[in-house]
């Protein structure tokens, strides 16, 4: 599975001829899927507390059908996002948003884990998701979706390992000063889970905040395969590499699902962990 890392933003008028334009080098360079930041189509809007209603659109909304035509226009899948607002209550989540070569919507999947920190005020924005990722099986090799810092609590990165995930795609949007933190994460839950984890940041200073640093690629045994701060990067995902890290310590060790399940819901049940 080829797998082009776009690390770039698409704003403003020009936004969606830029887009079109980078997917089809992307397509050309042998890509059958393009990775996207953290909201690639919006400006940094938890740059500041206050929430607007123009920086949420409904399921289906122009963010939506702009990648969705971009996909099917480049002949490429694409993965994206957008902030979608809920039309019966309200809520609006942040939402990657996957899309195939004819630019159908594959999947999507809710951002669970929400900073509210300066420059980071998500949590007034939107919501936290509730639905656990998905698995697909598309592409060439089965994938799962988490969104920034939903790697800092990576129980959806395990859960998707162990349910036959190969991938992880991980778009974000982290200042350069906590690279360092966010690759040796990177790198131990991609070995952990024994999957890629492939996290595409965004690119440059927005709205007085630092937001930039390398998109990075680790590969299931924890080698970290890219860093890339370009424009463009491409990477080979390979399903070998994965059966390999999976017969290897500590791949080959149990889940044991039902202990943890268990130990969980005495979690929950406590009220603790639940902000």
């Known amino acids: 599975m080829r797998v082009a890392m776009i690390h770039e933003v698409f704003l403003g008028p020009e ?24 909201l690639p189509l919006h400006s940094w809007v938890p740059a500041t507390r206050g929430a607007r209603d123009e920086d949420s659109e409904p399921s289906g909304g122009p963010i939506h059908e702009n990648l969705a035509g971009a996909a099917a226009d480049c002949g490429i899948g694409v993965m994206g996002g957008a902030i979608v607002r809920d039309a ?20 999507w999947y809710d951002k669970v884990h929400i900073p509210l920190e300066e420059g980071f ?13 998905g698995l697909v099986d598309r592409f060439g ?36 000063a906590s690279y360092e933190r966010w690759r040796r994460v990177i790198r131990t839950i991609a070995q952990l889970a ?53 017969r290897d310590y500590p791949g080959y060790l149990g889940i044991h699902a039902e202990l943890y399940a268990r130990a969980w819901s005495e979690v929950r049940d406590s009220g603790a962990g639940n902000s």
């Open 121 to 133: 005020w998500e949590g007034d924005h939107y919501e936290s998701g509730n639905e656990p990722p």
């Open 88 to 107: 019966a209550s309200g809520r609006r989540r942040n939402r990657a948003l996957l899309f195939d070569r004819e630019g159908r919507l594959v999947s």
């Open 15 to 38: 936004g969606p001829r830029r887009l079109r334009r980078r997917l089809s080098e992307a397509r050309d360079g042998g890509a059958e899927l393009a990775l996207l930041p953290e």
């Open 194 to 246: 024994s999957v890629y984890v492939i996290s595409v940041n965004r690119p440059a200073p927005e709205s007085g905040v630092e937001i930039g640093g390398p998109s990075v690629v680790a590969a299931p045994d924890g080698a970290l395969l890219a860093e890339s701060v370009e424009p463009l990067a491409w990477v080979t995902l390979e399903r070998g590499r994965v059966e390999r890290a999976r």
């Open 141 to 176: 090799l089965p994938f799962g979706m988490q969104i920034c810092s939903d790697l800092q609590r990576p129980q959806g990165v395990f859960c998707l390992g162990a349910r036959g995930a190969a991938a992880v795609f991980a778009p974000r949007a982290t200042p350069p």
